[in-house]
């Protein structure tokens, strides 16, 4: 069973750079065709999908967040990151990684999410 888990702080200043990192075990980051999303969901309102790294390494960005987001891999340590810069207090959010079958298909597994709140 494939398994993700989310980390990193939970608390940003304003205008600095958040960071997350999603671990994978019970399968491999690099396995055909998966995609390895990021999502989150501020408060009272709807998912809102981020972007994404295929297995291939190729990068898929959400067209509102695309100018301040950018994902990564270690594939040496099955992790995958994301990194959001110039946060806003509207970037306050549970955030989630998720995998999917090819981009833009529903997530299969997904980790427990981890709020991060944007304040000074």
């Known amino acids: 069973q494939v398994q993700l888990q989310e980390s990193g702080p939970g608390l940003v200043k304003p205008s600095q750079t958040l960071s997350l990192t999603c671990t994978v075990s019970?399968?491999?980051?690099?396995?055909?065709?998966?995609?390895w999303n990021w999502i989150r969901q501020p408060p009272g309102k709807d998912l809102e999908w981020m972007g994404g790294?295929?297995?291939?390494?190729?990068?898929y960005y959400g067209p509102s967040l695309k100018s301040r987001t950018s994902i990564s891999r270690d594939t040496s340590k099955n992790q995958f990151t994301l990194q959001l810069t110039s946060v806003t207090p509207e970037d306050t959010a549970v955030y989630y990684c998720?995998?999917?079958?090819?981009?833009?298909?529903?997530?299969?597994?997904r980790g427990q999410g981890t709020q991060v709140t944007v304040s000074s």
């Open positions: 998720a995998r999917s079958y090819t981009i833009g298909t529903q997530y299969d597994y």
């Open positions: 019970g399968g491999s980051i690099t396995t055909n065709y998966y995609v």
């Open positions: 790294i295929a297995y291939s390494g190729t990068t």
